[in-house]
């Protein structure tokens, strides 16, 4: 693959729903698209540990409890809605309830760069309901978009969070990155 010196520009988010077997081990559905990508923002989350002796901290370390996010498009899909925010399907509309089973998922993307896009996937990410904003028309239209907010975390059987294409990526792994999700597992150079 190329070597990028920026990246830039979103696209290509998709989603995968799972389940987990029961030796823990999770078995990803086949990726599903999400069109009108707007924007997207990741924020570690953990803590600072200091242990302080001789007068100084001695010891320090930051835990790594994965990523908070806010994924904003264009307008969130019918089978998103139905797929990963567990509303159902009634009198053509859509009706959420307050027992909704909402599913977790795998969010996959990429980012744009000077030679190659660089794609990502977080692993195991709990999106949250979405808020609703509207505004009235003024001289010109304004559209926003509709924010999903959602929180990355370490999966419970590798504690796998978040993996990227490199520059060592292998072109096929890359090319078919949103076929199915990449499961992270060592490739010995040949």
């Not at 389940?19 to 078995?27: A, F, L, N, P, S």
């Not at 707007?38 to 835990?63: C, H, K, Q, W």
């Not at 949250?128 to 239209?141: G, H, K, L, Y």
């Not at 059987?157 to 078919?176: C, H, L, Q, V």
Request: with cysteine.
């Amino acid at each position: 693959m190329a070597k990028n010196r920026v990246l830039y520009g979103l696209t290509n988010v998709h989603y995968a729903t799972y389940t987990r077997e029961e030796d823990g081990t999770y078995k990803y559905d086949t990726p599903k698209r999400v069109e009108g990508a707007v924007s997207l923002e990741m924020s570690p989350t953990g803590d600072p540990m200091n242990f302080y002796a001789d007068n100084g901290v001695f010891f320090s370390r930051n835990s790594n409890t994965g990523y908070e996010g806010a994924l904003t498009i264009a307008m969130i899909t019918d089978q998103f809605r139905t797929d990963v925010l567990g509303e159902k399907m009634v009198n053509g509309g859509f009706l959420e309830t307050s027992d909704a089973k909402g599913k977790d998922v795998a969010i996959m993307f990429q980012i744009e760069g000077d030679a190659q896009g660089c794609r990502f996937i977080y692993y195991d990410c709990t999106v949250a309901r979405p808020s609703q904003t509207a505004n009235t028309t003024a001289e010109s239209i304004e559209i926003e978009g509709q924010e999903l907010t959602f929180t990355a975390k370490p999966r419970t059987s590798d504690k796998a969070i978040r993996w990227n294409t490199g520059e060592a990526t292998p072109e096929t792994m890359y090319n078919d990155f949103f076929k199915a999700v990449v499961e992270p597992v060592d490739i010995i150079a040949p």
